[in-house]
C-alpha cells in the first residue's frame, strides 16, 4: 500500500519567519510528488516535482525532491499571515492499467503569528 | 489554467435520501476523474477513479453500491450518495486532468445528513 508521511503535522512560527515542510513517501511505480496548499475549501497547485535534485521555485516557496532517498521539502522564507493554511504533499502513482493515482499525507497545519 | 466545478457547493439531507454531486471540466476534456472525500482535520481520501465510458474504479473500503459514479461525458462525472446517512456527512472533492499538470480540485461539496 503507498505511503505518505508528512512531518510536523503542526507548526506555529512568527511573521518573518522561514518553515521546512517534509514529505516522506513509500510507493511503487511513482511519477510525481505535488504540494498543494488548502486553505476553507479544495487543495490549490503549487508544485510538481518529478526529477530528482532540481529545485522548483515560485516567489517565496521552494521545493525539491529526493528521488533516491523518497522524500521531498516545501520551504518558505518570510512567512507572512497569508501562508497560514494544510499543506499537503500528495505522491502520484500508477494505480493499474494507464491510470495514475494520488495518495495524500495528512497535512501540516502552519499558523503563521503576525 | 484548467477550471473544474463542482455542484452544489453545499447540500444539507435527511438520512435515507440520495444526494447527488457534479463535477465538471470547464475547459478541457477528462478521461479521467477523481472523487475524494475528506473528514475534518484529516487528509484527502480518494474513494474512486472515475473512467469516461467504462465502470468506475473504487478503492478499498469504499462501497461501490453506495457511492454511485457515472461518468457519461468526457466533461462531467456525478457522485451520487445513496441512502445517506449522518456519518457520510463530509466535504466531497473531485478532480481531473493529470499527468504533466497534476490534477485540478472542484471546490468542493460539503454534504450533511441530518
Known amino acids: 500500500e503507498d505511503k505518505v508521511v508528512q512531518s510536523p503535522l503542526s507548526l506555529v512560527v512568527h511573521e518573518g519567519d522561514t518553515v521546512t515542510l517534509n514529505c516522506s513517501y513509500e510507493?511503487?511505480?511513482?511519477?510525481?510528488l505535488l504540494w498543494y496548499k488548502q486553505e476553507k475549501k479544495a487543495p490549490t497547485f503549487l508544485f510538481m516535482l518529478?526529477?530528482?535534485?532540481i529545485e522548483k521555485k515560485s516567489g517565496r516557496l521552494s521545493s525539491i525532491l529526493d528521488k533516491k532517498e523518497l522524500f521531498s521539502i516545501l520551504n518558505i522564507t518570510a512567512t507572512q499571515t497569508g501562508d497560514s493554511a494544510v499543506y499537503l504533499c500528495?505522491?502520484?502513482?500508477?494505480?493499474?492499467?494507464?491510470?495514475?493515482?494520488?495518495?495524500f499525507g495528512k497535512g501540516t497545519l502552519l499558523t503563521v503569528n503576525p | 489554467g484548467a477550471v473544474v466545478s463542482q455542484h452544489p457547493s453545499r447540500v444539507i439531507c435527511k438520512s435515507g435520501t440520495s444526494v447527488k454531486i457534479e463535477c465538471r471540466s470547464l475547459?478541457?476534456?477528462?478521461?479521467?476523474m477523481f472523487w475524494y472525500r475528506q473528514f475534518p482535520k484529516q487528509s484527502l481520501m480518494l474513494m474512486a477513479t472515475?473512467?469516461?465510458?467504462?465502470?468506475?474504479?473504487?478503492e478499498q473500503g469504499v462501497e461501490k453500491d453506495k457511492f454511485l459514479i457515472n461518468h457519461a461525458s468526457l466533461t462531467l462525472s456525478t457522485l451520487t450518495v445513496t441512502s445517506a446517512h449522518p456519518e457520510d456527512s463530509s466535504f466531497y472533492i473531485c478532480?481531473?486532468?493529470?499527468?504533466?499538470?497534476?490534477?485540478?480540485f472542484g471546490p468542493g461539496t460539503r454534504l450533511t445528513v441530518t
Open positions: 472515475s473512467n469516461e465510458g467504462s465502470k468506475a474504479t473504487y
Open positions: 518529478t526529477s530528482s535534485g
Open positions: 475547459d478541457f476534456q477528462a478521461t479521467t
Open positions: 500528495a505522491v502520484e502513482a500508477r494505480s493499474g492499467g494507464s491510470n495514475y493515482k494520488l495518495t
Open positions: 510507493v511503487t511505480n511513482f511519477r510525481s
Open positions: 478532480s481531473a486532468g493529470g499527468g504533466l499538470y497534476g490534477q485540478y
